[in-house]
């Protein structure tokens, strides 16, 4: 009989989560090192990956830090280069770095603006999945997992801008290379899903447009906010860490191609 509570173990795996020095990667890098993975924490705030390190040492985890700008090939490729010869191959995979823009209607949307969060957001995962792919095909088996957003599958628009196209975009982009890339490497042994995170506070994505506002336009955008979550509330980035150690694992081995919405409820309703 399989033993169940060693199920959602990874020793002896190696990950690599890309923006880990903060927000979302970093609790993902935390909760992966927990589990037994040794983690490449990579970023392109080197200080910040290192202080994610930190912690995850302080808790008796294996992590390194690791520079990487996801959108630069020739960073993308020299941080691959190093991985491999550091570590031999690859287990896990969380594309997790992204960025925002100010809110922004789309008229108005510059096009070096799109050009920098698409750069980023989606180019960003496959330069990195097209790397990781050959080192998991060599090993037979790997979880990709892509950060998406309920943006990507939900239009919003609560009578303010509070988003804007491009990253809606992108992230809808990160679904189909999800579903495509599953569909391609299942045979392969390597599973890729994406989870979609709704609203979740405790990192600095936004931080730019938050400090633009006025403590009215806050309270207005903390309300339209919380009036579209049934549970009512912001996730956290600890919410999120059972989800991703679970598609990291061998505990979600026949699940792939799926698009998992993380929002206290909001794209059901
Ligand atoms: N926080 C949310 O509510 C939310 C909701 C939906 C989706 N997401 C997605 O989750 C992911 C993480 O977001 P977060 O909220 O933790 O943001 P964050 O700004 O707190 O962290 C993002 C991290 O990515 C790094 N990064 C940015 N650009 C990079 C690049 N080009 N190369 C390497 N590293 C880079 C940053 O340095 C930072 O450490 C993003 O993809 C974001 O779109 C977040």
Redesign the pocket.
């Known amino acids: 009989m399989q033993n169940y509570t060693d199920m959602f173990r990874l020793d002896g795996r190696v990950a690599v989560v890309?923006?880990?020095?903060?927000?979302?990667?970093?609790a993902f890098a935390l909760g992966l090192a927990a589990f037994g993975a040794t983690v490449v924490c990579?970023?392109?705030?080197m200080p910040?990956?290192e202080e994610t390190v930190g912690l995850a040492r302080q808790s008796h985890g294996k992590a390194e830090a690791a520079h990487?700008?996801?959108?630069?090939e020739a960073?993308v490729d020299a941080f691959w280069d190093k991985l491999k010869a550091d570590h031999g191959g690859l287990d896990i995979l969380i594309n997790?770095?992204?960025?925002?823009s100010l809110p922004t209607r789309t008229h108005e949307l510059s096009i070096a603006e799109w050009d920098r969060v698409t750069n980023?957001?989606l180019r960003?995962v496959f330069l990195c999945t097209r790397r990781a792919l050959p080192m998991m095909m060599a090993r037979k088996r790997g979880s990709i997992i892509n950060?998406?957003?309920?943006?990507g599958l939900l239009g919003y628009y609560p009578d303010f801008a509070r988003l804007a196209a491009n990253?809606s975009a992108a992230?809808a982009g990160v679904i189909g290379l999800t579903r495509q890339a599953a569909a391609e490497y299942a045979a392969d042994g390597i599973r890729v899903n994406a989870i979609?995170?709704?609203?979740?506070?405790?990192?600095?994505?936004?931080?730019a447009s938050r400090g633009r506002w006025t403590p009215e336009q806050t309270a207005r955008a903390e309300a339209a906010i919380h009036a579209g979550i049934p549970m009512g509330r912001?996730?956290t980035?600890d919410d999120l860490v059972g989800l991703a150690v679970y598609l990291a694992s061998d505990a979600s081995s026949y699940l792939t191609g799926q698009v998992i919405a993380h929002d206290g409820g909001w794209s059901a309703v």
């Not at 997790?96 to 925002?100: D, L, M």
């Open positions: 890309t923006g880990a020095g903060f927000g979302l990667g970093r990579a970023d392109r705030d910040n990956a990487v700008d996801v959108a630069e960073s997790n770095a992204g960025v925002t980023i957001n960003g950060i998406a957003s309920i943006a990253y992230k979609a995170p709704g609203w979740h506070g405790g990192t600095n994505l936004g931080a912001r996730g980035p």
